[in-house]
């Protein structure tokens, strides 16, 4: 599986881990991100991984800045993203069964690298349940592509 990642300058060290961690575990990661601990805008990593998500280019996609707020942000204007934040492991891994989420966000001044792992562990063995919450994914899609959402008129 290949896993597109981004951060900004204050997910260096964070970023590094996980890309290390994941690589030994057999990921392929295409690293959009910085390596500098200038400051690097958020937005440019977001909208990065979420093109190549969105495009096809990577399966899934790790966004990490301060808080991952930024980032996911910026992520999910890419048409076609789910960029879900996620400070714990059950969010993770509903994020993935429930809302089809395809790329994880967390904060590098929020969680520690041990808990990110455990993270990044629950988000990549969820996978997606569909049935019912496909027609809610159809929803929010349909909000994207549309600006309108036929089922809030009934
Ligand atoms: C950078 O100072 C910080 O704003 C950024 O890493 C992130 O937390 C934004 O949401």
Known sequence: MKLAIGNDHVAVEMKKEIKAYLEDKGYEIIDVGTNQTDRFDYPISGYKVGKMV????????????????????????????????????????????????????????????????????????????GERHQRRVDMIMEIERTQHLAAAEE
């Open 54 to 129: 969105a495009g096809g280019e990577a399966d899934l996609g790790i966004c990490i800045c301060g808080t991952g707020v930024g980032i996911s942000l910026a992520a999910n204007k890419v048409k076609g993203i789910r960029a879900c934040v996620c400070s714990e492991p059950y969010t993770a891994k509903l994020s993935r069964q429930h809302n089809d989420s395809n790329i994880l966000c967390f904060g590098a001044r929020v969680v520690g690298v041990e808990l990110a792992k455990m993270i990044v562990d629950a988000w990549l063995e969820a996978s997606f349940l």
